[in-house]
């Protein structure tokens, strides 16, 4: 990888996604830069997995750090979530100090909450709405004042993030519904599944905040 070209980080995300494409077509694997997740439903088929993509990349001349890997795991955490059969969570790690965040007194402190936020977004219904008076502090054109409304929204997001909601993952040949919502500054649906207690589970969160124009 060449460090020193502006565009190495997706040179080396091409190059990954091309020598391993076939197994990313076939669906049990996916890779970010150098992590590799690969997934299978049964012992045997993991195995065979393992083999294939240990062999693609020895022909291609790349290492692997066996400290830094996993194999025959049924829970991993992978890209800042804890994927396991059927769920995915929040990386435990993360949310640690999540409870002893306190309130931004700057614009660069709000930018790095949301920056956490943003993150896991996709856990938490109506973000964008929740989030509009943090967001309104970082405009240029807003002047920085603490106010009610975006203590409330602080601490409701915190209150979110620490109730660990827990994701599942989506069944393409089973019946899902999208449920949609939309306030005066922001837009928003989450994706459900019925799983076997006939609950209807979020399988993920969008949402959006909307211009003046929208």
């Not at 194999?71 to 396991?84: A, N, S």
């Not at 240029?140 to 915190?158: N, V």
């Not at 989506?170 to 994706?191: C, H, M, Q, R």
Request: charged share 25%; proline share 4%; hydrophobic share 40%.
């Amino acid at each position: 990888m060449f460090f020193r070209l502006s565009n190495s980080l997706a040179t080396f995300q091409a190059f990954m996604n091309d020598i391993l494409s076939n197994f990313i077509d076939e669906g049990w694997c996916i890779v970010y830069m150098d992590d590799i997740l690969i997934f299978s439903e049964d012992p045997e088929a993991h195995r065979e997995r393992t083999k294939r993509l240990m062999q693609r990349i020895q022909k291609h001349d790349l290492y692997l750090k066996p400290e830094k890997c996993e194999f025959d795991v049924k829970e991993v955490i992978f890209l800042g979530m804890v994927i396991r059969s059927g769920y995915i969570a929040m990386d435990p790690i993360k949310l640690a100090g999540i409870a002893e965040w306190e309130a931004p007194r700057t614009v660069k402190g709000v930018r790095s909450f949301l920056g956490f936020g943003n993150f896991y977004r996709k856990f938490i219904g109506r973000y964008s709405h929740i989030a509009k008076p943090l967001h309104d502090l970082t405009k240029k054109s807003q002047k920085f004042e603490w106010t009610p409304g975006c203590q409330a929204a602080f601490d409701l997001l915190k209150k979110k993030f620490l109730s660990e909601p827990i994701l599942i993952m989506l069944n393409v040949d089973k019946p899902f519904i999208i449920e949609a919502d939309t306030s005066k500054w922001a837009t928003g649906a989450v994706l459900r599944q019925q799983e076997a207690d006939n609950k209807w589970h979020p399988c993920g969160y969008l949402s959006k905040s909307l211009s003046q124009t929208e």
